[in-house]
């Protein structure tokens, strides 16, 4: 829900004005259409737009301003457990206004200060003047589900939602972050740019996932982290699979809390399928008499009506299509898809979530579970196999290698020697990975090798300086810990934020409850990947609960789009007037003659240039 805006002048800046405030939150609208608000004191002032989802009375106005008048507040997200928090905190002599999770958010603040985050459970992101302290304090959910930017001017330091709220404030004077964009445009997808405190504008940074930000009136911004995920694997236990089936029926219980409608994203994959169906479960005993909207793409290009089927049928769920609309639709509706993003995307398939949250909003949906987080904590992506065996490896256990190459073998269609070698060389990367000089050899190599370089010229390609980041060699738990942290769940995140408020729709992800995503991240390797499974302890967790057509099925699937196909036929002159007269082409970051030919390749059917014409 919502979008913040905070800004505190420096001491000899300009003061704030309520217009100016208001002007940044409105060009976040989107993101909060029912109510507005500005508060100002002295050098601080705070806007906001509220999407209602929690009390919908006017109690829940924001910026919130605490009964002593020594606090106030702005807040982005949702506090799942505020019910005991404020049950917690009415003991403790608190007194509450409204019935929502905002008032309970900046009372849980006053009374446990700066620590109080680590009782929250939920997606946040927040600003509180604390005026006794003279200080801002300002913090982003530990998964970073929900954004926060700043930009810190001599006039002061400005927080919003959205990039494009600092750009109007007019106080931003930079320009593009080059590095950042050469290094997507070699490696050609976002997900090749790990996730730092960097945007794809210089002077524009956002505080990092699980960050607390402190800012007093006169003193430097402070950063320090409140959570970070663990590497430490626990031994197994035959309690495991109770365990987290508890704890993700917790997690579905408190991510159900709303006072405005609930839907799903639906696809034929386990994730959200448990999701469904759990909803199904919940609402059978709580709210019998309300249907379960769900929201699903169908593609051409994947056949999953059998699993769709099933879990129709077992939820009973009332079930929303969307279908490619044809490639005029999706051309002339990437300008508006680009507005919302700020930042690049990495595929086309982010149209298609964008406009199933667009059928969300028709249908008066205002909240949408999606699954977002199981592969990331629960081992579902196949590249992790390798990360398996690499783990059995540095533990010594030399017969399980050998065991789960054969399954990994056999359902990659690879050859056992083949499997076995790759982990070899990911062994050998990992001892070397100690050494900086063979880190840094590794990076530039991999940036030599990075297929989109071809398309780039020269000079543009030099600036794609090669970055740290942790090498394929690394256990298991160390890969989840990258995919939470580095790549690629910030970038889905984002997009699953920016696609959802676009429409003033909240997207929920509640495999990323960070005690369900701790126990998971704990349980032992061969607990999340076995014998050519992935996500192994859901699936087993998710027995009797699912449709079988669903939780047996090893395949994964990914978001295909018809864009290949589009940009070969409908699109291609499109495409041919962009790649010769498009802005971006004239900033000498491509090789002009070596992307025609490519664009002519693809449309005779020779080369695959989906991902380059994209994201040029």
């Known amino acids: 829900m919502c979008g913040i ?54 109690a829940g106005h924001q910026p919130m301003v605490s009964t002593d008048g020594q606090s106030a507040m702005v807040f982005n997200g949702e506090i799942y457990n505020y019910v005991e928090l404020r049950r917690d905190l009415a003991s403790r002599g608190h007194t509450f206004r409204s019935s929502g999770d905002s008032e309970v958010l900046l009372n ?32 982003r959910d530990r998964f970073g589900i929900k954004p926060l930017y700043y930009h810190a001017s001599d006039a002061g330091v400005l927080f919003a939602s959205e990039i494009k709220a600092l750009r109007r404030s007019g106080l931003w004077h930079g320009d593009l ?60 236990s035959p309690d495991d699979l109770d365990t987290l089936l508890e704890h993700f029926e917790d997690s579905m219980r408190l991510h159900m809390r709303a006072d405005v409608p609930v839907g799903v994203m639906l696809s034929g994959g386990m994730d959200s399928v448990s999701i469904a169906c759990e909803m199904a479960r919940i609402r059978a005993v709580t709210a019998p008499d309300q249907p379960l909207h769900a929201f699903c793409y169908l593609s051409d290009d994947f056949d999953e009506s059998q699993q769709l089927s099933d879990t129709i049928q077992q939820t009973g769920c009332a079930v929303h299509t969307l279908r490619d609309d044809g490639a005029r639709t999706f051309w002339s509706r990437l300008d508006q898809v680009i507005w919302h993003h700020d930042e690049p995307v990495h595929s086309p398939s982010v149209l ?33 196999f390798d990360h398996l065996l690499v783990s059995a490896a540095l533990e010594g256990r030399l017969p399980t290698v050998l065991t789960q190459a054969r399954a990994v073998a056999s359902v990659s269609a ?163 007037e962009v790649t010769t007269n498009g802005r971006v082409m004239q900033m000498g970051w491509f090789d002009s003659t070596a992307v025609h030919r490519a664009l002519e390749r693809h449309i005779r059917g020779e080369f695959d240039a989906t991902n380059l014409l994209f994201n040029i």
């Open 5 to 58: 805006v905070a800004f505190l002048s420096a001491s000899n800046g300009p003061a704030p004005q309520a217009a100016w405030l208001q002007s940044m939150a409105d060009v976040i609208k989107h993101r909060g259409p029912d109510d507005d608000g500005v508060w100002i004191h002295d050098r601080v002032g705070l806007s906001f737009r509220r999407l209602a989802i929690l009390d919908l009375s006017p």
């Open 108 to 139: 849980a603040y006053r009374e446990w200060g700066m620590e109080f985050v680590d009782r929250l459970v939920g997606m946040f992101a927040f600003c509180i003047v604390d005026l006794q302290r003279r200080r801002l304090v300002l913090a």
């Open 177 to 236: 972050n080059t590095a950042r964009f050469a290094r997507w445009l070699a490696f050609g997808r976002t997900e090749s740019v790990p996730e730092d405190q960097d945007t794809f504008l210089e002077g524009i940074h956002q505080v990092p996932a699980g960050h607390l930000c402190e800012v007093p009136f006169d003193g430097p911004m402070r950063m320090q982290p409140f959570w970070t995920p663990s590497l430490i694997e626990k031994s197994g």
């Open 414 to 576: 690879r050859p056992v020697r083949e499997v076995l070698a790759r982990t070899i060389q990911l062994l050998r990367a990992h001892v070397l990975s100690a050494s900086p000089v063979f880190r840094r050899v590794a990076a530039e190599r991999r940036l030599r090798e990075a297929p989109g370089r071809q398309f780039l010229t020269p000079e543009f390609s030099a600036r794609a300086l090669p970055a740290p980041e942790l090498f394929r060699g690394e256990s298991l738990s160390a890969a989840l810990v990258r995919a939470i942290k580095r790549t690629p769940l910030p970038q889905y995140l984002r997009v699953e934020d920016r696609n959802s408020m676009a429409h003033s729709v909240e997207a929920r992800v509640p495999f990323l409850d960070h005690r369900l995503a701790e126990l998971a991240l704990a349980l032992p390797a061969m607990a999340k990947l076995s014998d050519g499974w992935n996500k192994r302890v859901l699936r087993d967790a998710m027995r009797g609960r699912i449709p079988d057509s669903v939780r047996l099925r090893q395949e994964k699937l990914g978001f295909p789009t018809s864009a290949r196909r589009w940009f070969a036929t409908e699109l291609a002159d499109d495409l041919r």
């Open 352 to 384: 298609m979530g964008y406009e199933l949250y667009r059928a969300a909003s028709a249908n008066g949906i205002r909240v949408v579970l999606s699954g977002q987080g199981a592969d990331e904590t629960l081992g579902g992506y196949h590249y992790l």
